[in-house]
């Protein structure tokens, strides 16, 4: 190799080294300091509760590891600390503790949030005894009697406990009752006096804020044949959106602010709790709700407010809180043009079933027609699932944009439940109370004559064949027209 | 013509300075003889140059790493990750030690292959191998250091292993910890050793070492193609300077980008009551602990020092079966098997 | 003395290799200052829980170990909490809360300090370290040192 052959060679290497020192250089400066495995320091009693219970439940430890609780120095002693004054404490391994960490307990540091939850729907939710669901649970499908655990009903235990919460009841030696723990239902009662259950939603003990903005945890509860929000979440554009983009929501960021932080697509928890630009992160729930679609009859959720002469935050306030979420990513008259569209579905069910449904149903119970047993007969089932499932999966489906919900889970279904069901059951229950001639044989008149005054209002004339001519010939129009598009016709 | 700015200030430090210059010139520049143009005899000087990049590096982190057990993890993750650039000079010192070790490995190789420890080369082979351990050491004190799990319990292995060679063993062993056990003492002794004893041993045998090559010369081979040329050298000054530079470039270029591809990592904190699942020394140490592994204590002990000896009086050796089988090329043969023996032991314990 | 002659071609490979070459040490270099010179910036930060606040009642002082292992003393002065390193700024000895009287005491050389770590009599000569408080809700944090791959 000649000598200027070998200059070059130099020159060639050196400028690759000098390549190599640039990505040095760009290395250093993209240094991150955080993602290392940082130091975790707790207290000595901590520290204890650590070193057992990492041979005994060691995914439970290793959960709390990688907590932000960790992180930030708090340990086990510090949430399940109890004083001699509390009614579920007991002596373990010489200190005094409970299991049961109650959202007091949490608003040692994490007032705000506690004090929005407990004056939020999700805190009353353990509130359901006396309710119709209690009565299925606790009589109908269940017993409290000879097959009751501790004197509760297993399918409440089971089933509607677990998502509202259960009563949590202290024994003598200072543990919880089988019967009512384990339980993390949001609306749990506490042993301390205080509602809810933050691990409904946070998930113990990693407490992570991205499980709770995944929308599989409020699926948990929210979902199924009576609301099936989850479902209709997934159906819309909103949960394919999120399915589309998951990687780009940065779910663990904090501030998580829609617009800013992500963009990609709203969760649950973006439009019913979490912070924009100009609101801030509520755990109160119902701050952006303006119908209440759970009863019967829909109302607008300050309605019982205000008939009690309470004042609370009003139903435009509120729509308003929600707007502002929608606003971020649909223009005004979206939003708007939107609201118009629920509005008059949620004004349908009301006015074509739910009202004269529930009107029927309350004339036949006052007037004897129906025992006064709940759930004793089939018209009773039918009219609950009016209300309580085919109707709640309509006003929910047109909530939150889910067609197929709103269509064939929800009016469909509605329609069928009303006129193959609800009505013919009527008819035969009022005919038999009438061909009786008992005590409640007027009542009995007095519900059919009802029920031919609703029947024969506009909207639900075409049952009795008395659509309007002009209308019916534009039907049969359109099904003619239809019909072409197959060979067989 | 007049003479330049540059002219008098040389001829300044030249009077003050009574040396003949003319002579210093002709010696330093000596002929390097034509066959070191093939890169394959590079090997040696790689090591060299490795062997300065370590001082440079190593005095750079002597400036953050404070060598009591308290300390060293944590100055060590300090360099790495907190003092700027301190991840680039780690990674480079991490790097250049396994690269000296293979190149030196390949060197002794070349060496040995080329049979030219033989007479009269004897003496500066045995120095050759001193520096080979010498340079294994640095390694294994180096890697200590960091007291991380692997360092430490590795330092325990070690010791426990020197514990057990016979006569020497204990005294051996309570020498290198400084005590009955692994502790401070250990880590201050392993510090001096790797900062002060063996780097000043390594410069004073690798001089001794190229004052031997420089006054035996070079082995010398003739290639075909180089029957013709009329000399038989080239110059040092500036045709063989410019090879080296060359070399030390590239190997600067791949250091670099091995820092940055790889840069060097840090276990978990030293626990002297938690010994991990997995105890592993450093890769050039497999070999050995994969014998020790599938032998007995004495047998893997003696047998080290027995392969250790081996390598050390090759030169006698070979003279010795030189004159008992002429015919074969023994030395090729012992060599080819010891190798591959060496590199079968190695990639098996890398495996498990 | 003539200047040596050097062909065109010779003198732009020189120049250019050492051009090369130089640039190469100069930026390596400049890394190597920056290694040598410890940052200046503020080292980070972790804030840390340490007690609720019925914990630490007014006049008293709370221990507490930063996560270097540093011990901290927080006072409840009534006002505020405060946080104060309790190595005495004079010879390093551990300083003493004594509640009776409000003061920090080094037995060492009868140091005294304040509720609020300021020298009152003795030889330390500068007040003790403080750290940063922070209280949200009934929870009281402290902003120490960051520290990094350490299990409990």
Not at chain 1, 53 to 82: F, M, Y
Not at chain 1, 182 to 191: D, Y
Not at chain 1, 419 to 445: D, L, M, Q, W
Not at chain 2, 5 to 26: F, G, H, N, S, Y
Request: aromatic share 12%; hydrophobic share 40%.
């Amino acid at each position: 190799m000649s000598l200027n052959t070998k200059r070059i060679v130099i020159l060639i290497i050196g400028v690759f080294f000098l390549g190599a020192l640039l990505v040095v250089g760009a290395v250093e400066n993209n240094k991150r300091v955080v993602g290392k495995k940082a130091a975790i320091k707790i207290s000595q009693t901590s520290k204890r509760c650590v070193e057992c219970h990492t041979s005994t439940s060691p995914s439970l430890v290793e959960q709390w590891r990688n907590s932000k609780h960790a992180l930030r120095g708090v340990g086990c002693i510090d949430c399940h600390e109890a004083q001699k004054t509390d009614k579920d404490a007991w002596e373990h391994e010489g200190k005094l503790i409970a299991v049961i960490v109650s959202p007091a307990d949490c608003s040692k540091c994490h007032s705000k949030e506690n004090e929005q939850f407990q004056s939020s729907h999700h805190a009353d939710a353990g509130k359901i005894l006396g309710s119709l669901d209690n009565v299925l649970a606790e009589v109908v499908e269940g017993n409290t009697g000879r097959l009751g655990l501790d004197g509760q009903s297993p399918a409440a235990i089971n089933g509607c406990w677990q998502c509202h919460g259960s009563v949590v009841k202290i024994m003598e030696n200072g543990r919880p009752d089988p019967s009512t723990w384990p339980n993390t239902g949001i609306g749990r009662i506490n042993p301390d006096g205080s509602k809810g259950s933050c691990t409904a939603c946070h998930s113990r003990h990693q407490f992570s804020v991205s499980v709770s903005r995944q929308p599989d945890s409020c699926g948990k509860c929210h979902m199924g044949p009576d609301h099936p929000q989850k479902e209709i979440y997934e159906e819309s554009k909103h949960g394919i959106a999120f399915k589309a983009f998951k990687d780009d929501m940065k779910l663990d960021a904090q501030p998580w602010r829609v617009g800013i932080e992500y963009t990609a697509a709203p969760t649950c928890a973006t439009c019913h709790m979490s912070a924009t630009d100009d609101m801030e992160v509520t755990h109160d729930v119902g701050r952006r709700i303006s119908w209440n679609l759970r009863p019967p009859v829909s109302e607008k959720i300050d309605a019982k407010a205000i008939k009690a002469g309470e004042t609370v935050e009003s139903w435009e306030d509120r729509r308003d809180n929600m707007k502002n979420v929608c606003s971020k990513c649909h223009s005004e008259s979206y939003v708007d043009g939107f609201y118009t569209q629920f509005d008059s579905a949620i004004n349908l069910y009301n006015d074509k079933f739910g009202k004269p449904a529930t009107e029927i149903i309350n004339m036949m119970k006052a007037g004897g027609v129906l025992t006064p047993t709940a759930f004793d007969e089939e018209l009773e089932w039918t009219y609950f699932y009016l209300w309580h499932h085919e109707g709640r999966r309509a006003r929910h489906g047109a909530s939150m944009m889910a067609p197929d919900y709103t269509q064939w889970h929800g009016f469909f279904e509605v329609a069928e439940r009303f006129y193959i069901h609800f009505v013919p059951e009527v008819k035969k229950a009022c005919r038999k109370a009438i061909r009786r001639k008992g005590s409640n044989a007027t009542a009995a008149k007095e519900v059919l004559a009802k029920l031919n005054e609703i029947l024969n209002r506009e909207e639900h004339q075409w049952f009795l064949s008395k659509m309007s001519q002009e209308e019916k010939s534009k039907r049969k129009a359109a099904a003619e027209e239809f019909k072409k598009r197959y060979a067989q016709n | 013509m007049s003479e330049s700015k540059i002219d008098l200030a040389l001829d300044w430090v030249k009077k003050r300075i009574p040396v003949d210059w003319q002579e210093l010139k002709t010696i330093t520049n000596e002929p390097v003889p034509n066959h070191l143009k093939h890169w394959w005899f590079a090997l040696g000087g790689t090591p060299a140059i490795l062997f300065g990049i370590q001082i440079v590096t190593g005095i750079f982190l002597l400036f953050y790493y404070v060598p009591t057990p308290e300390e060293a993890y944590s100055s060590v993750s300090k360099i790495t990750h907190e003092v700027k650039f301190g991840w680039y000079i780690r990674s480079l010192h991490k790097w250049a030690s396994e690269l000296m070790i293979v190149t030196v490995i390949l060197h002794m190789a070349r060496v040995y292959f080329t049979n030219a420890y033989r007479k009269p080369r004897e003496l500066n082979w045995m120095v050759g191998v001193v520096i080979f351990f010498t340079i294994l050491g640095l390694g294994f004190t180096g890697y200590s250091l960091i007291y991380d799990q692997l360092s430490y319990w590795a330092a325990v292995v070690g010791t426990e292993i020197a514990h057990s060679v016979p006569i020497v063993g204990p005294f051996a062993s309570d020498f290198i910890r400084g005590g009955p056990e692994v502790g401070a003492n250990t880590l201050t002794r392993l510090y001096v050793f790797h900062v002060v004893i063996f780097p000043a041993a390594l410069a004073s045998l690798v001089g001794l070492h190229i004052i031997f090559v420089r006054l035996h010369g070079v082995t010398e081979f003739e290639f075909d193609e180089e029957k013709s040329l009329k000399h038989k050298t080239y110059p040092l000054f500036p045709d063989h300077v410019m090879t080296e530079l060359i070399l030390v470039m590239l190997i600067f270029y791949i250091l670099s980008m091995m820092a940055v591809i790889f840069p060097a990592g840090l276990g978990e904190r030293a626990n002297p009551l938690s010994t991990p699942e997995h105890i592993k020394p450093e890769w050039y140490f497999y070999a050995s602990f994969k014998w020790l592994k599938l032998t007995n204590v004495y047998l893997g002990i003696l047998g080290q020092i027995f392969f250790a000896g081996v390598i050390f009086f090759w030169p006698f050796i070979d003279q010795i079966l030189v004159k008992l089988l002429p015919k074969y090329e023994m030395s090729i043969i012992i060599g080819f098997f010891g190798f591959t023996f060496y590199l079968v032991l190695t990639v098996w314990e890398a495996i498990t | 003395m003539t200047i040596k002659k050097i062909s065109r071609r010779d003198f732009i490979t020189t120049t250019l290799m050492g051009g090369g070459l130089f640039a190469g040490l100069v930026l390596w270099s400049v890394y190597a200052v920056q290694f040598l010179f410890p940052s200046m910036r503020k080292p980070p930060t972790r804030k840390v829980f340490v007690a609720t606040t019925d914990k630490i009642l007014v006049g008293d002082s709370y221990k507490f170990n930063d996560l270097k292992g540093n011990k901290i003393a927080i006072v409840n002065t009534g006002k505020e909490y405060i946080a104060l390193s309790t190595k005495c700024t004079h010879l390093g000895c551990t300083v003493i809360w004594k509640k009776s009287e409000n003061v920090f005491y080094c037995p060492c050389h009868d140091g005294y300090f304040d509720a609020e770590g300021k020298v009152i009599k003795g030889p330390p000569p500068k007040p003790l370290n403080k750290y940063k408080v922070e209280v949200v809700d009934q929870a009281i944090y402290l902003h120490v040192e960051e520290v990094y791959s350490e299990r409990v």
